[in-house]
C-alpha cells in the first residue's frame, strides 16, 4: 500500500487520491493493529494536507463538504490528547478556511457550533454530546450525518472519552513512537 501512496504521489496523480490511499491505509492499519494510534493521527494529518490541495487547487476541482468540517474537528481534538500545539494551530488554519469553502448548506450538528466544538476539548457538555453521538450513530438518521465516527479515528478509538478524563490518561501513556516505515511514507510525502 505504501508503493501505491508513493507511486500515485510521485506521478503527480490528483492528490484526492493519493489523500484517499492514505486514509485507506490509516484504515488497515488501524483493523490489523500494525499502526499505533500516533502513527494514524500522523499519517491523518498527511491525508488532510493532500486533500486540502484537492479542494484548494482549481486544477481537481475538489469541493468542501461536512465532511470535511468533520475530518479536521477530529485531528485538532486528537492534537489535544496528544497536545500537539504545531498541529493544533496548523489545524485551526485549516479549519478557518474549510468552514469558509464548506459548499453543503444545511442543518448538521457540527455546522451549528463548529467553532465551540474546536475548542471542545475543556467542555465536558460538548465533549459529552459528541460521545453520545457516537454512541448512537447506529440509530441515528442518516439524512442528518455524516456523523463524527465514519471520520478518523472511526470506532477504533473514542478522542472524547481520552479529553474526558485526560488526567488519568496522562500523555504519557501514549505510544508516540513512529516506526521506521511511517517515518519514511511521511518524509517521502513531504519531500
Not at 490541495?53 to 485538532?76: C, F, P, R, S
Not at 469558509?100 to 475548542?119: P, T
Request: proline fraction near 2%; include cysteine.
Amino acid at each position: 500500500m505504501i508503493n501505491k501512496i508513493l507511486s500515485g504521489y510521485n506521478e503527480s496523480e490528483n492528490p484526492g487520491s493519493t489523500a484517499f490511499n492514505i486514509s485507506l491505509f490509516i484504515c488497515d492499519g488501524l483493523r490489523n493493529g500494525s499502526l499505533s494510534l500516533y502513527e494514524s493521527y500522523m499519517l491523518n494529518y498527511e491525508f488532510l494536507r493532500f486533500n486540502r490541495l484537492w479542494y484548494t487547487q482549481k486544477a481537481w476541482e475538489g469541493w468542501v463538504q461536512i465532511t470535511n468540517l468533520i475530518d479536521i474537528l477530529n485531528q485538532k481534538l486528537l492534537a489535544e490528547v496528544f497536545n500537539d500545539k504545531q498541529c493544533i494551530k496548523s489545524i485551526m488554519d485549516m479549519a478557518e478556511e474549510v468552514f469558509l469553502l464548506n459548499s453543503e448548506k444545511r442543518k448538521h450538528y457540527i455546522l451549528n457550533d463548529y467553532a465551540a466544538y474546536l475548542e471542545s476539548q475543556n467542555n465536558p457538555v460538548l465533549l459529552k454530546k459528541l460521545m453520545n453521538i457516537r454512541s448512537g450513530c447506529e440509530k441515528a438518521d442518516h439524512d442528518e450525518g455524516p456523523y463524527h465516527n465514519e471520520s478518523f479515528p472511526y470506532d477504533f478509538f473514542n478522542f472524547e472519552e481520552m479529553l474526558l478524563h485526560k488526567e488519568e490518561n496522562s500523555i504519557n501513556s501514549f505510544n508516540r513512537i513512529l516506526s521506521h516505515e511511517v517515518q519514511k511514507l511521511i518524509i517521502d510525502l513531504n519531500i
